[in-house]
């Protein structure tokens, strides 16, 4: 048994690590901090909305957890700079970035403007690459770290009324394998975790309080449940932690098997 116990230590701990968590106020954010604070990490968690922050600072330090607490708009590109550095000074160093900001408008391609599409854009994929650039020098000098991009089903697949979310979340992943393979010299991992259809506050009401996307949803998930912020804690440990190491350029879809396809006696 304390063999067992050094080997999840060695592979999974991330005591004495840090982790930047952008988006940390929101369902999965929170779900991830939480998770890396009671796993060991000092976690610097980000947010717009300090309301939110202040929740989720209080859920890590109940889990037993250390947390920091950044807040900040990461529209513009120096934003995602001052973030980084901001997080560097309060955490130390920066073994850990993830990417989970985000934003959605859904609405048929015909009613998308062009603030529409630039708003996205900056909020789900242009911080993502900017925080990312940032973090890249500092995890450089230290001798490595771990990027872990937050993505959708939609970086795998298409979905109607989303136009330009699925846009940001395609480009996500391919942009995850970009900077795996320019990074991998800098003993940097960087990987995509694709949740599935997630019950969260944000997608509580405009997809589990609908009774048709609902049934829509469970019809085609083998697991016939919504998938929780939860469920991907085991995966984004995965991705955060030394059990990695070798494991670089991935999207890993936690979705209750909705991908897999499906068949007419579910």
Known sequence: MAEKQDILKRLFSLRGKTALITGAGGGIGRALAVAFGEAGA?????????VALDETARQIERAGGTVKCLSGDLAESSACATLVAEAHAALGRLDILVNCAGM???????????????????????????????????????????????????????????????????????????????????????????????DTPLTHASIWGDDKKRTWVLDRTPAKRPGLPEDLVGVALLLASPASAFITGQTIAVDGGYLAGGWWDA
């Open 42 to 50: 000092l976690v610097g968690a980000h947010n717009r909305s300090q």
């Open 104 to 198: 959605n408008r859904r609405m048929p391609i015909a009613e998308v403007t062009p603030e529409d599409f630039d708003t996205i854009m900056a909020a789900n994929l242009r911080s993502a690459f900017f925080v990312s650039q940032a973090a890249q020098v500092v995890m450089r000098a230290q001798g490595g770290g771990k990027i872990i991009n937050i993505g959708s089903l939609t970086t795998l697949m298409g979905l109607g009324d989303v136009s330009v979310y699925g846009l940001t979340k395609a480009g996500l992943g391919q942009l995850t394998k970009t900077m795996a393979l320019e990074w991998a010299r800098d003993n940097i991992q960087v990987n995509c975790l694709a949740p599935g259809f997630i």
